[in-house]
């Protein structure tokens, strides 16, 4: 599920960019594609519209690890005070996410509020 959040925000970061490019030319069909990505690209033209994308693609990547894991942490964390830990651990294991961000769950649950104040 996190894995599929990330991926997410990593294509829809470049391709929200690429729609508003189009948009702002004025084109329809190919056209407006090639003028799309030359406008991202600056005066330098379609291939560095291209690499700008891919850039923003990385970009989008890097923060979406810390936007996804600080969110669930955050809401677990919060939820901690409201339920018993020993049920949200089983709830935890039981999520389709990837094992890292399992153990940074269990941690938020089972742990002081250190994590959340620095």
Same mark, same amino acid.
């Given at each position: 599920m996190d894995y599929l959040a990330r991926n997410i925000i990593t294509i829809a970061l470049p391709a929200l960019?690429?729609?508003?490019a189009i948009v702002a030319t004025g084109k329809t069909g190919d056209a407006a594609v090639w003028s799309g990505l030359r406008k991202v690209g600056?005066?330098?033209?379609?291939?560095?519209?291209?690499?700008?994308?891919?850039?923003?693609?990385?970009?989008?990547?890097?923060?979406?690890?810390?936007?996804?894991?600080?969110?669930?942490?955050?809401?677990?964390?919060?939820?901690?005070?409201? $339920?018993?830990? $020993?049920?949200?651990?089983?709830e935890i294991d039981k999520l389709p996410i990837t094992n890292d961000l399992k153990i940074k769950l269990k941690w938020a649950v089972l742990h002081s509020n250190?994590?959340?104040?620095?």
């Open positions: 960019m690429l729609l508003i600056a005066s330098f033209g379609v291939l560095s519209g291209l690499s700008v994308l891919v850039i923003a693609g990385f970009v989008a990547n890097y923060f979406s690890y810390f936007v996804v894991d600080s969110l669930l942490v955050r809401f677990y964390h919060k939820r901690r005070d409201l $339920e018993q830990p $020993e049920k949200l651990t089983r250190k994590l959340l104040r620095s």
